[in-house]
């Protein structure tokens, strides 16, 4: 026994068995890591696989879109190309016959218009002469298509249309007419740019060519024709009134559906009225100040009366108005007008351009002492509501009038009108006894003679 005591001395069996089941459980952690490593890696090497797969299918993919797009491309392409050299091909055609035939026409009345007209045509054809007439046709025919495009083809567009025309005809008639035409430097430069021209081709798609005269004259034709249109279109168009072409105010006004609506084309006659489809409109709830009213501000008067008349004319210039009768006066309607869906009266009143009617309780009081504590307009300065203005041109005029009858009765081609203190034209009209013309002194009373008031 104590031998074997003796024999085991210096080794403990716990230590041994402790450190033999440590081992053990590193090396199965060991190997469970290298597991999941392999794994990882497998993973790893077939999403790379696969996203190579995918790169190299969607290569494929492009490179047969690619090639029908660009097949696609290529027959859009032609196509274009063929209706563009068709389309370029008929206009051309078009420009020389209508090249043609406006010249034939344009010969066959000269010619025997010439003689005519020749002192006037004389004239016309030296440079001077021919130079002012040049911008005549061209500064009338600019302003007659702005006229229509502002405010309809009223009498100014069609004044200055008149004159357009008549100017470019006496032009054409001394153009056509001359007998020195080829033989002058202007000719001479005139057909030298004609030469060119014949000479020049322009290149289409598809290979065609055409010429320099023709190009130009299907440009010209194209120009014009466009220009017609849109004159046309803008100025010349009858109004809708609620949704039924109305005929212009000269040929008067077809039924409508609807009489208490009106939709059109507007111009501003004052800040406060305009007329739409033929029909006078004053516009509800809001009051501009009279034509000749002038309002104070730190720089000094201002035609604030016109003002407003120019602010209105901003908002409907080239636009559609609609408007809502609410109201019918003895010569115009009260309506609520609206532009783009916007009330017209409540952009007048928050800009200070005209005031609001009916005090405290109006539809625009709020927009009213909006702008009044901006200090827009008419609140910039000190501005008088307009019946105390027209009180006082009344009171004005009551002391220099015949009797104390401040209102002037005048004949103008048979019509009797009478004219207010405050109206633009007042200060120059001078009533005559020997025309029958005479003095009043109050709207009832000329009225009651057979007067009625001017516009």
């Given at each position: 026994?104590?031998?074997?005591r ?12 402790r ?28 999403g ?40 370029a ?84 008639l ?22 060119k ?7 289409l ?49 077809l ?15 004052s ?5 739409i ?61 609206y ?90 009209i ?26």
């Amino acid at each position: 026994m104590f031998w074997w005591r003796k024999r085991n001395e210096g080794f403990e069996w716990r230590d041994y068995v402790r450190t033999t089941i440590l081992v053990r459980r590193e090396q199965r952690r060991q190997r469970v890591k290298d597991i999941h490593a392999a794994a990882a890696a497998h993973v790893k090497d077939a999403g790379r696989r696969g996203l190579d797969a995918g790169v190299a299918g969607a290569r494929d993919a492009g490179s047969g879109t690619a090639y029908y797009a660009k097949k696609f491309a290529a027959a859009s392409a032609s196509a274009v190309r063929q209706a563009a050299a068709v389309a370029a091909s008929a206009i051309a055609t078009g420009a020389r016959g209508l090249a043609s035939g406006l010249s034939a026409l344009a010969a066959r009345i000269g010619q025997p218009l010439g003689p005519v007209f020749e002192p006037v045509l004389s004239v016309a054809r030296e440079p001077r002469p021919n130079l002012a007439l040049k911008i005549v046709a061209g500064l009338t025919a600019l302003g007659a298509l702005y006229r229509s495009w502002s405010f309809g083809f009223d009498t100014d567009a069609m004044i200055a249309a008149i004159i357009a025309a008549i100017a470019s005809v006496v032009l054409a008639l001394a153009y056509l007419t001359d007998p020195y035409r080829g033989r002058r430097a202007g000719g001479r430069a005139w057909d030298g740019l004609l030469a060119k021209l014949r000479e020049t081709e322009i290149t289409l798609p598809g290979d065609r060519r055409i010429s320099g005269t023709a190009a130009g004259a299907g440009l010209l034709a194209t120009v014009a024709a466009v220009t017609l249109a849109g004159a046309a279109f803008y100025s010349g168009a009858p109004s809708r009134v609620a949704g039924v072409m109305s005929a212009p105010a000269t040929t008067g006004a077809l039924p409508t559906a609807d009489a208490s609506k009106l939709e059109g084309r507007a111009v501003a006659l004052s800040g406060d009225s305009l007329r739409i489809a033929g029909t006078l409109v004053t516009l509800d709830g809001i009051e501009a100040p009279e034509a000749t009213q002038s309002c104070q501000r730190k720089a000094g008067k201002w035609r604030c009366g016109a003002a407003a008349k120019d602010a209105l004319a901003n908002i409907v210039r080239g636009r559609r108005i609609s408007c809502d009768i609410v109201g019918d006066g003895e010569d115009i309607k009260r309506a609520r007008c609206y532009s783009r869906g916007s009330d017209i009266a409540k952009e007048l009143v928050r800009g200070g351009s005209v005031f609001s009617n009916g005090g405290f309780l109006s539809r625009y009081a709020g927009d009213e002492s909006e702008a009044q504590a901006q200090k827009v307009g008419l609140w910039s300065g000190d501005a008088d509501r307009p019946q105390d203005y027209r009180d006082k041109r009344w009171e004005e005029a009551t002391r220099t009038a015949p009797d104390g009858c401040p209102i002037k009765g005048r004949i103008r081609s048979g019509s009797r009108t009478y004219v207010l203190p405050w109206s633009t034209s007042y200060d120059s009209i001078k009533p005559s006894k020997a025309k029958g013309e005479r003095w009043f002194c109050s709207e009832t009373e000329a009225k009651a003679a057979g007067w009625s008031r001017a516009s």
